[in-house]
């Protein structure tokens, strides 16, 4: 959105693919969570095709320092290299991760998760013959006198 901003062109080529961009990655997010939710393999490699092609917007960071746009760029430059950079990493996390989901597809993830209801483990206890306080590292504790 910020470099939709920086553009002042608005009839170059450059404007419409900035445009494009948002609707773009909005719907391949939605994608790839309906893909990983319901382990659609099709609709994954799609996601993470449009997700490398994402990554190619990194020569926006090229642009900011060309010397034919260097002016253009002046007082913003700091920033939306900063921007570029961190939206790129995340990018390239975010492809990591779905790289490492897509891999989990079709190992029993889905029916655990569509069929099965939640369950608590249990933690194993050892068995108190007699009473015990944890208090004293587990040693027989009297009985207890009651005033009625």
Same mark, same amino acid.
């Given at each position: 959105?910020?470099? %939709?901003?920086?553009? !002042? ?11 494009? /961009?948002? =609707?773009?990655?909005?719907?391949? %997010? ?27 917007? !990194? @020569?926006? %960071?090229?642009?900011?320092?060309? =010397?034919? +746009?260097?002016?253009?760029?002046? *007082?913003?430059?700091?920033?939306? *290299?900063?921007? *570029?950079?961190?939206?790129?990493? !995340? %990018?390239? /996390? ?17 029916? /655990?998760?569509?069929?099965? *209801?939640?369950?608590? =483990?249990?933690? +194993? ?8 306080? +944890? @208090? ?6 009297? =009985? ?5």
């Amino acid at each position: 959105m910020q470099l %939709l901003i920086v553009v !002042l062109q608005k009839n170059s080529a450059e404007f419409g693919v900035t445009i494009a /961009a948002i =609707p773009v990655v909005l719907a391949l %997010l939605i994608l790839c969570g309906v893909a990983l939710q319901k382990e659609i393999k099709w609709i994954m490699s799609i996601s993470l095709v449009m997700m490398l092609a994402a990554l190619s917007y !990194l @020569y926006k %960071l090229v642009r900011f320092y060309e =010397p034919s +746009s260097r002016a253009q760029y002046e *007082t913003t430059r700091a920033t939306l *290299t900063t921007f *570029t950079i961190v939206a790129f990493l !995340l %990018l390239f /996390a975010t492809f990591a991760v779905g790289i490492r989901c897509f891999a989990d597809f079709d190992k029993g993830l889905m029916s /655990a998760k569509v069929n099965a *209801t939640p369950v608590r =483990p249990k933690l +194993s206890e050892p068995a108190m013959s007699q009473r015990q306080s +944890s @208090y004293t590292a587990g040693a027989p504790v009297a =009985p207890r006198i009651s005033i009625e």
